[in-house]
């Protein structure tokens, strides 16, 4: 390893930020985000709710659809419901796919919860709309891909409309403007059989 001088690194870091500082003058366009997060690791709706909490820093007003939570008590709900001029919080799931054991049901609070959605991106008042595990219904086609994109792809221009889950289809990642996905590396769950846990889980 090189050992460096305080002024060879002050003058390394001095390059950096010019460099840097060149960069961001550079990005001039601001406008509404479509964000995907998916992925077979953990952390993607936990991500998503950050930048909820950032919203609400900021002034905005949030909406939050649930597709498949809603069976459980979950310690986000409780944070945001004491926010309620600026987060409406809607848990409408029915709990997993296997919970229910009837597909239409399911089809029917889908649905119900796409409806939300779309009322919430289409008011002006909500600057970010965040559609929770919505990939997960969309993969067991309880709604049609096609015109899910197609509504997403037409949302306002300064409204940001963050969509969770695993298997994220290929047009929705083809039409977002930023797409993360998590990846599973070790779980407690999983190799060590933790179970879910009230804080980290839910």
Request: no cysteine.
């Amino acid at each position: 390893m090189v050992e460096r001088t305080p002024e060879k690194h002050a003058e390394k870091m001095k390059k950096k930020q010019a460099a840097h500082d060149r960069i961001v003058a550079a990005k001039t366009i601001e406008k509404g985000l479509l964000i995907v997060h998916t992925g077979k690791g953990k952390g993607k709706t936990t991500a998503a709710l950050g930048m909820v909490v950032r919203a609400i820093g900021h002034g905005k007003k949030v909406g939050v659809v649930q597709f498949v939570k809603g069976a459980m008590e979950t310690g986000e709900k409780a944070v945001f419901d004491r926010f309620p001029d600026q987060v409406e919080f809607l848990p409408m799931g029915d709990g997993f796919t296997w919970d229910t054991q009837n597909r239409e049901q399911d089809i029917a609070s889908a649905g119900k919860a796409w409806d939300e959605v779309k009322r919430m991106i289409a008011d002006p008042a909500y600057g970010m709309v965040l559609a929770d595990e919505l990939n997960i219904v969309l993969r067991y086609d309880y709604l049609p891909v096609d015109e899910v994109v197609e509504t997403l792809k037409a949302k306002p221009e300064m409204t940001h409309v963050i969509v969770t889950g695993r298997n994220a289809p290929d047009a929705l990642i083809e039409a977002a403007d930023l797409v993360t996905e998590m990846t599973l590396i070790k779980h407690p769950f999983r190799e060590q059989g933790v179970k879910a846990q009230p804080g980290i889980e839910f």
